[in-house]
Structure formats: structure tokens, C-alpha cells
């Protein structure tokens, strides 16, 4: 003899489903509606306000200097020295040159947190002033760090650690702003802007 339905596991994991997505579509749509009134209030009230509001956002985003220390997240992070040049590597077996040009930033990333950290170069980006971004140069830790890579490098409580990131970019721009991240993977969320001009 069989169970009768009602008695299976299974079918009372699907009645749960059923009932949590019905009372997330009707908390869904409640909030909706009352957030799309609270909304409308808003804009038709304080018209002027809100745009005031929206200016000071602009200005907070601040971009530090070369050789200021920024936290971000739990990490400190200076870049140290610029340098643009249309070759890479000391090595003259070992070098690599373009018709355009690298930007060689040498930072510091100190380790706040209370647990080791993981770092890599793909934490940073530059942006160009059209707002073109640049990832690093996959292969540039080869021609300018001597054992100092930040390839998945790990950083210990309270250790900095020194490198050198690599970007190849137009000949064109010469302003540029860096965007660094607080961390790789799950640690990535925050971030913080340097001026990079030369």
C-alpha cells in the first residue's frame, strides 16, 4: 500500500517553496507600492532639496595624492612613485617595449586586518579622463618586480608589502585616476581613488 501523497517529504519541501514565494511576491509588492508613493511625496515636496543633496555626493569622492596613505576596507594603500615610460624591464634579455606607453606605479598595501590577506595586481585600474579603464598588464610583474609580485600574495596582520603594477595606455592622456579595491574576491567592496598625473 502507498503513502498518500500528504505523508511524503517531498511534497511538503514544495507546499514550503510555494508558500515562501507567495509571501515574498505580496511583501514584494506591498513594498513597492509604498515605497513608490513615499517616492513621489518626496519629489514633488522637496524638488530643490533633493538636488542639493545630490551635489555634496560629487564632491565627497575625493582622490588622494601620490604618497598619501588611503584605508580602504582594512588595507592602507599608498602609491609611492609614477613612472611613464615606453619600456619595461632591467634585464636587456628580459625587456618589453611599446609604441605607446607604461605607467609603472609602485604602491604599498599594508595589511590592517587580523587575518592574513590575499592581494593581486587586478585590485587596481586606471581610468583615463574620458573614463576609459586600463586592468594591469598580465604579464608586467615579470619585467619590473623582483620576487615583490602581488599574484595572489598573501600579507600577513600589520606587514606591508611593496610592488610595482604595470598598465599600458594611449601616448594621448596624461591624467589618469586609480581606482583600488580593498581586496580579491569576497574582501573586494570598497574603494579608493589616487590622482595620477605626471
Known amino acids: 500500500m502507498k503513502k498518500p501523497i500528504y505523508k511524503k517529504w517531498w511534497f511538503w519541501l514544495i507546499i514550503v517553496i510555494v508558500v515562501i514565494g507567495v509571501a515574498n511576491a505580496n511583501g514584494n509588492s506591498d513594498n513597492t507600492a509604498q515605497s513608490t508613493t513615499a517616492t513621489e511625496k518626496a519629489s514633488v515636496d522637496n524638488k530643490g532639496k533633493a538636488e542639493?543633496?545630490?551635489?555634496p555626493k560629487a564632491e565627497e569622492i575625493k582622490a588622494a595624492k601620490v604618497g598619501q596613505a588611503v584605508e580602504v576596507g582594512k588595507l592602507s594603500i599608498t602609491v609611492n612613485k609614477v613612472k611613464k615610460t615606453d619600456k619595461i624591464g632591467d634585464n636587456e634579455f628580459l625587456q618589453k617595449k611599446t609604441d605607446n606607453q607604461f605607467i609603472v606605479l609602485n604602491v604599498s598595501i599594508k595589511n590592517n586586518d587580523?587575518?592574513?590577506r590575499t592581494l593581486d595586481s587586478?585590485?587596481?585600474?586606471l581610468k583615463d579622463s574620458k573614463g576609459t579603464e586600463y586592468d594591469p598588464l598580465p604579464d608586467g610583474d615579470m619585467y619590473v618586480n623582483n620576487g615583490d609580485t602581488l599574484f595572489l600574495a598573501q600579507i600577513n596582520p600589520h606587514i606591508t608589502k611593496k610592488s610595482n603594477i604595470v598598465f599600458e595606455v594611449p601616448k594621448d592622456d596624461s591624467a589618469y585616476v586609480l581606482e583600488a579595491d580593498s581586496g580579491v574576491g569576497f574582501k573586494a567592496g570598497e574603494s579608493a581613488l589616487f590622482e595620477i598625473t605626471k
Open 114 to 116: 587580523s587575518d592574513a
Open 122 to 125: 587586478s585590485m587596481f585600474r
Open 52 to 55: 542639493e543633496k545630490a551635489e
